[in-house]
């Protein structure tokens, strides 16, 4: 279990930064060329569990088209995050983006019914607070990226961390429906051995398909996959010298697959502290990379109300 969710929450929190370093905001379809290459390597990996962990063929079509609602979700709020970090500190967005799991609760409480827990509640309100006052005393940051980009860009930019927090909160909410409970899932033909890797597939050849459409609408646009030029600039880039160039993304889209490919494991070995290290562990890697590598430096407030969140995230991660 360990094992899993060391390299879980290591390889999210180091795809953080590589998402940071490959997104260029000079770069006009660094976002889309981003999503191709997590789509690529996704694809990859579900092909070898499609056929390697008694997923049943015969059902999958029908599985596929049933879970893509929940694959939607996720894979557009993946997109809004490539968007916002061109523009934003990952420092920023990558705590807000994590606070998704707070209102999985509130929505279960008003499709659901389900009742909160006055910790709940309070875990809710703290997280929501550190959000509000991290924006709020981003001031100085805020005023750089209105005279940088301009305050329609700039507002666009810090909106994405939250469609993301939404669009991912809503797709783990009809995560529920699929993956809960093998006797009441929407899924067909699925066994409590291969419930999850059947979902999973049908994620991340979602993934995969959506890839490959963007990468015929870069074409069409006269984008190049391997290179960071914008259309009509720049001299003709070779193979080798377009990996080069977008290294960054496809270090991004490996890690990521990496940290997809063992957190089911982690998920199905570990039950409550999985949840916490992966909710918590993953922001708190990202954050210390991005000091280190990233130079980003928040003020100390900032700091104080994202450890707010943390603590937030925590709580409800054990709830």
């Not at 060391?6 to 490959?22: D, Q």
């Not at 420092?91 to 659901?112: K, M, Q, R």
């Not at 991005?290 to 409800?316: A, D, N, P």
Request: a neutral charge; proline letters at 2%; glycine letters at 8%.
């Amino acid at each position: 279990m360990w094992i899993f969710l060391i390299v879980s929450t290591l390889a999210w929190g180091i795809a953080e930064i590589f998402y940071k370093k490959g997104s260029l905001e000079n770069e006009k379809y660094s976002h889309l060329k981003i999503t191709v290459f997590v789509g690529i390597f996704m694809g990859i990996y579900a092909t070898v569990i499609l056929f390697t962990q008694g997923v049943d063929l015969v059902n999958f079509p029908r599985n596929f088209v049933r879970y893509l609602p929940v694959a939607l979700c996720y894979i557009v709020s993946m997109t809004c995050s490539y968007f916002g970090v061109r523009f934003i500190e990952e420092s920023i967005s990558d705590p807000i983006e994590n606070t998704s799991g707070a209102f999985v609760p509130i929505l279960c409480a008003i499709f659901l019914h389900e009742e909160f827990s006055p910790l709940a509640i309070a875990a809710i309100v703290v997280v929501g607070v550190g959000i509000i006052c991290v924006g709020l005393f981003d001031k100085k940051g805020k005023e750089e990226r209105y005279s940088r980009l301009g305050k329609k860009l700039a507002i666009w930019a810090i909106a994405m961390p939250f469609c993301y927090m939404l669009l991912d909160a809503i797709g783990t909410f009809l995560d529920i429906f699929y993956t809960d409970d093998v006797t009441t899932t929407l899924l067909v033909g699925v066994t409590e051995e291969n419930l999850e890797h059947t979902a999973n597939c049908a994620y991340e050849l979602t993934f995969f398909l959506i890839a490959m459409g963007i990468l015929i609408f870069l074409k069409l646009k006269g984008e190049k996959l391997f290179s960071t030029s914008n259309k009509g600039e720049g001299e003709k880039t070779g193979f080798l010298k377009g990996i080069g160039e977008q290294k960054w993304k496809i270090l991004a889209a490996v890690f990521e697959t990496i940290g997809q490919a063992t957190y089911l494991f982690a998920l199905s070995e570990g039950s409550g502290i999985a949840a916490v290290i992966l909710g918590a562990g993953t922001v708190i890697v990202s954050l210390l990379l991005s000091r280190i590598f990233l130079k980003e430096k928040l003020s100390i407030t900032q700091y104080v109300f994202i450890g707010i969140i943390l603590s937030g995230i925590i709580m409800l991660s054990f709830i």
